[in-house]
């Protein structure tokens, strides 16, 4: 896929996005619980996309984490980073950024189709296969031209995402905070998107 490529494609409605991203993708948005609840609580919940408005999502503000771990949990569209799995980290993005201005982000991984749940070998299976990274990184140029990003803010989940979308730091604006999964609180994960609010 070539630059001129990206140029040629149309913005996607919403339920094109659905259509094409949703197995892969998301929005930034989460039932909301009752501070009483347990955080994890209804992170899993998915039914407020059925009725997903233009005036819900930001399509310039961009979540991208590594790869997805497992597929197991994903039956229905925009099921990606809502993992009810009680091992699932994914309630830490629900709190850092519920009613924040990155609430309605778009969220995808870089690398598609690849399931892992370690890191490390994903970065070693893209360093024996240079050809692999390349093609992802330009199908993800192009999934930002789907959804009609205009001068997006990109923010990377983790040094494994950063370092291969540093590769697109001449195009995009691209921050990076700790990743969910880490030894990280969500306090702390907060924190980190409160600390990029603050320069954008």
């Given amino acids: 896929m070539t630059c001129e490529m990206v ?8 339920q094109e996005i659905k259509n094409k991203y949703g197995n892969m993708a998301s929005f930034a948005l989460w039932k909301k619980i009752d501070e009483q609840k347990k955080p994890k609580d209804g992170v899993g919940d998915t039914e407020h996309f059925e009725n997903l408005k233009e005036k819900d999502i930001n399509r310039n503000i ?7 771990s497992g597929k197991g949990f994903i039956n229905n569209p925009f099921e990606n ?9 994914d309630y830490k993005i629900r709190f850092a950024i519920q009613d924040t201005i990155f609430s309605g982000a778009y969220m995808t991984d870089i690398i598609k189709d690849h399931e892992e749940v370690m890191s490390g070998k994903v970065m070693k299976y893209l360093n024996k296969n240079p050809n692999i990274k390349k093609e992802n ?3 993800f140029e192009i999934e930002l031209k789907d959804i009609g ?9 983790g ?3 950063f370092k291969i979308l540093s590769e697109l730091k001449k195009k995009y604006r691209i921050f990076k905070v700790p990743h969910y999964s880490s ?3 969500k306090e702390k994960l907060k924190e980190e998107f409160n600390n990029i609010s603050k320069i954008i």
């Fill in 81 to 89: 980073f809502h993992n009810s799995k009680s091992t699932s980290q």
């Fill in 183 to 185: 030894y990280i609180s």
């Fill in 7 to 14: 140029e040629n494609v149309s913005m996607l409605s919403i």
């Fill in 159 to 161: 040094n494994d995402c």
């Fill in 137 to 139: 990184i330009e199908s």
């Fill in 149 to 157: 990003a205009i001068n997006p803010i990109i923010i990377a989940f």
């Fill in 62 to 68: 961009i979540l991208v984490g590594l790869n997805i």
